[in-house]
């Protein structure tokens, strides 16, 4: 099996969002749902679904339907790879429809960093992700594979996380990988050039 890498969204900077999602068998247990702004993962598996980044806001139902499309069982997990609005538009909503094992709404996870930015940001509380780490990494096991989050300070912002599914060998990377323009750096939310270097190295640590 062949890692395979999802990154930023197909889409020139400033370039509204498809008025459509599109689903993608990535492999494995991955989905990718792209139009929503930002990509959006998808794991499926036996214990539920698991959703990296939400998309925008104007998108947030027609995310939530395709991701039913795919799975009907209960949304447990959501992880922000990054603070910025067009991937973290649909957290109240998807959170609020799925459910975790105690019957809360699904729990979003991101670095420390990431609620800080969405707080000064003035975004509702409902929309902050309140399972945070602030180690250079962190793991959990869910739908019978080990999933893997690393921290990228201070790249495309001080909050940045690749999430790594092990078993399906997909790499997610935000908005620091990118195909289609040079690198967006957000010097506003303390990102940078060195930063942002790291983290191509550390894709290539990844996959090599």
Same mark, same amino acid.
């Given at each position: =099996?062949?890692?395979?890498?999802? $990154? ?19 492999q $494995?247990?991955v989905? =990718?749902?792209v ?10 598996? %036996?214990? $539920? ?9 104007t998108?947030r ?11 009907t069982?209960?949304?447990?997990? =959501?992880?922000?790879?990054?603070a ?12 609020q429809?799925? =459910? ?10 991101a ?15 409902t ?25 990228i300070?201070?790249?495309?912002t001080?909050g940045d ?5 092990r078993g ?9 990988f ?12 303390? $990102?940078g050039?060195?930063g942002?270097? %790291? ?10």
């Amino acid at each position: =099996m062949f890692l395979a890498l999802v $990154g930023a969204a197909l889409l020139l900077q400033g370039q509204a969002p498809s008025d459509e999602i599109k689903t993608f068998h990535v492999q $494995g247990n991955v989905y =990718m749902l792209v139009g929503a702004g930002g990509n959006i993962a998808v794991q499926t598996g %036996d214990e $539920g679904v698991l959703v990296v980044d939400t998309g925008v806001a104007t998108m947030r139902d027609k995310v939530l339907a395709a991701i039913r499309q795919l799975s009907t069982k209960p949304i447990r997990w =959501m992880i922000n790879t990054h603070a910025h609005p067009d991937h973290t538009g649909g957290n109240e909503t998807i959170s609020q429809a799925g =459910m975790t094992v105690n019957g809360n709404p699904a729990a979003i996870i991101a670095h420390e960093n990431v609620p800080t930015r969405m707080t000064e940001a003035s975004r509702p509380i409902t929309e902050v992700p309140l399972n945070t780490f602030f180690e250079e990494t962190r793991d959990f096991y869910f739908n019978g594979e080990a999933i893997f989050l690393y921290h990228i300070p201070r790249a495309h912002t001080d909050g940045d996380v690749f999430v790594y599914f092990r078993g399906s060998d997909v790499l997610v990377a935000g908005d620091i990988f990118v195909t289609t323009t040079y690198p967006v750096i957000d010097a506003k939310y303390d $990102g940078g050039v060195a930063g942002f270097v %790291d983290g191509l190295n550390k894709i290539l640590d990844i996959t090599v």
